[in-house]
């Protein structure tokens, strides 16, 4: 699987967590480019990623997170890719 | 440790201020000022105050060091703040300028006055104010002058004015330090709170009597991440949370390890006695104190030690609120507003110098909320049921209007918010509302999830509840819609349904 192809699915799933259609996502977007995603999604959000996925963030790992690019590195490593 | 009760907050700071100039005030998005930088820019933003007859200054809500130095400045210099939020709709702020009369607003480079829309205000921008020196000589206040004015959410949709006198905010931190907290000019300090809220006040306020150190967070996403980030990056010894902040970050509990705080105060919403459990495992050190008060009473009034070991006091699962600040006189009081003595649950009166003398301009809210007992005292009616146990603790049912009557029986909504979340393995946030269907009241229950099984719920439900508070109907809603202050919107998500 390859960086572009999760950064869609992402954009599906915060599209389902916002309760809007698919959001296009770049590897530069922040949270507070996004309308809507704030503590609350951004906690929804990150369960549905791992859900998803199958895996499990820590704190540590989330919290280093600051854009779309960083959480597809994230789930890239997790998924052992 | 304070050892008396004449003690004035803005002498505290002013001393300790001078007394630990060179040590950090505050740490704002990671850049450290100390308190030589703070009252400097307080001075240099009271410089600008020089219509005296100005007494009301409007503060453009934001985490700076120029927004926290604008409200030492209004304070020091006598006058009263009111925060404005960027976040607000213009028409509430708009209306918040016209209760108030404010002509000056104080804000930094990234809000002007494009948020209000067209208004007649004169805005300045403290991010230009060059910091000032020198000994000047602070004004001299009246205690009967306001120090601030809170704006919390009317039920006509017009903001309610709160406004705390000197004397209130005094007699608050009197009795907040004679709590014995064990704080000095080492301890770091947490401010999460917004500027509209009034724990801000204290999280702003009293860190600076005693030379300590503030960590602030502002109003970002994932502000949950960021709170906990800093309780164990920064090694914060004394943090005041909400429960909403506790439910989203509870997944990680066991992910941090914060051996370094001293106190938890739980703020600002009722706090599940699970969740502190939870949590007092990553905070092996840490006393949890719950700390009730409603704007009106300014800040806090009561508050509840939880110990140790042993049960937690409360009821339907809700953490107490435990016994009143000295000076504070609770009672509970029944519909004639007497004074019940039986233990039985009645509304919470409190009364005292805290106690606010009534709402901005509003005689008549002022009226329905302040009002003489038979004892001759002046309460404030708080609308929240409560009961006093055996050992004159107070215990928190929930709000006045969370309870209901139907077939004749009265029902706390909570109860059955705690059934659900109970049968839910306290996984799920759980709203109960009521609302009259062809005459008759149904009851409705709101769980916070995508997927639930409604219909185990509901089986469930019948082995923990009596039949006539079973709800009518499950709905599912996530996420839940949460005020500025971070608290869950009841009135919302009732009004999703019954609109």
Redesign the interface.
């Known amino acids: 699987m390859y960086t572009i192809e999760i950064q869609k699915e992402l954009g599906g799933i915060l599209g389902k967590v916002l309760k809007k259609e698919d959001i296009e996502l770049d590897q530069n977007t922040?949270?507070?480019d996004v309308p809507g995603?704030?503590?609350?999604?951004?906690?929804?959000f990150i369960n549905e990623i791992e859900k998803h996925y199958k895996i499990r963030f820590?704190?540590?790992e989330?919290?280093k997170i600051t854009n779309v690019g960083e959480l597809c590195s994230a789930i890239l490593s997790k998924l052992g890719k | 440790m304070c050892v008396n009760n004449n003690k004035d907050i803005l002498n505290d700071i002013i001393n300790a201020s001078e007394k630990f100039s060179g040590n950090d005030a505050m740490v704002i998005d990671g850049i450290h000022y100390s308190y030589r930088d703070l009252i400097g820019k307080a001075k240099g933003i009271a410089a600008f105050f020089n219509d005296p007859t100005e007494r009301i200054i409007g503060i453009i809500a934001e985490n700076k060091i120029e927004t926290y130095a604008s409200i030492l400045a209004t304070l020091l210099t006598g006058r009263t703040y009111v925060i404005l939020h960027p976040a607000y709709p213009p028409e509430r702020n708009i209306g918040i300028i016209q209760q108030t009369g404010i002509h000056t607003i104080l804000h930094s480079k990234k809000y002007d006055v494009g948020i209000l829309g067209s208004n007649r205000t004169r805005w300045f921008c403290t991010s230009d104010i060059s910091s000032a020196s020198g000994k000047d000589k602070w004004t001299k206040t009246e205690s009967k002058d306001y120090a601030y004015i809170i704006f919390t959410s009317g039920s006509t949709g017009i903001p309610k004015g709160v406004p705390i006198s000197r004397k209130n905010l005094n007699a608050f931190y009197n009795a907040y330090c004679n709590l014995g907290w064990n704080l000095d000019s080492n301890d770091r300090l947490l401010q999460m709170f917004e500027l509209t809220f009034d724990i801000s006040v204290v999280s702003f306020l009293y860190p600076l009597t005693i030379g300590a150190c503030e960590y602030t967070v502002g109003n970002?996403?994932?502000?949950?991440?960021?709170v906990?980030?800093i309780l164990e990056t920064e090694h914060i010894s004394f943090a005041s949370l909400t429960a909403s902040i506790l439910q989203?970050?509870s997944p990680?509990f066991q992910?941090?390890f914060l051996p370094d705080l001293k106190y938890v105060g739980l703020t600002a919403e009722a706090t599940n006695a699970d969740m502190v459990k939870k949590l007092s495992k990553s905070a092996p050190n840490a006393l949890f104190v719950n700390l009730y008060g409603p704007t009106e009473s300014t800040i806090f009034c009561t508050a509840y030690f939880l110990p140790k070991e042993g049960e937690i006091k409360g009821h339907n699962g809700t953490v107490a609120i435990g016994k009143p600040f000295e000076d504070i006189t609770a009672m509970i009081a029944d519909g004639n507003g007497e004074k019940i003595t039986d233990g039985s649950q009645g509304e919470l009166w409190v009364s005292g110098p805290q106690i606010m003398d009534g709402y901005w301009n509003n005689p008549e809210k002022t009226s329905e909320a302040i009002v003489t007992a038979s004892d001759g005292k002046v309460y404030y009616r708080t609308g929240d049921i409560c009961y006093m146990d055996n050992e004159s603790d107070i215990i928190y049912c929930g709000r006045g209007d969370s309870q209901v009557k139907i077939q004749g029986f009265r029902i706390e909504l909570g109860e059955i918010e705690y059934a659900a979340r109970k049968f839910l393995n306290n996984e799920c946030n759980a709203v109960a509302f009521a609302t009259p269907t062809d005459g008759m009241m149904e009851l409705h229950l709101v769980i916070e999830a995508d997927k639930c099984d409604t219909e185990s719920l509901m089986e469930g439900l019948r082995h923990l509840l009596p039949g006539y508070m079973m709800p009518k109907t499950i709905h599912l809603l996530?996420?839940?819609p949460?005020n500025t202050n971070?608290k869950i919107d009841r009135k919302a998500i009732k009004e999703t349904y019954t609109k």
């Open positions: 922040k949270a507070s995603w704030d503590s609350l999604t951004n906690m929804l820590s704190f540590r989330i919290v | 970002e996403t994932a502000k949950y991440l960021k906990f980030d989203l970050f990680y992910d941090v996530k996420p839940f949460t971070n």
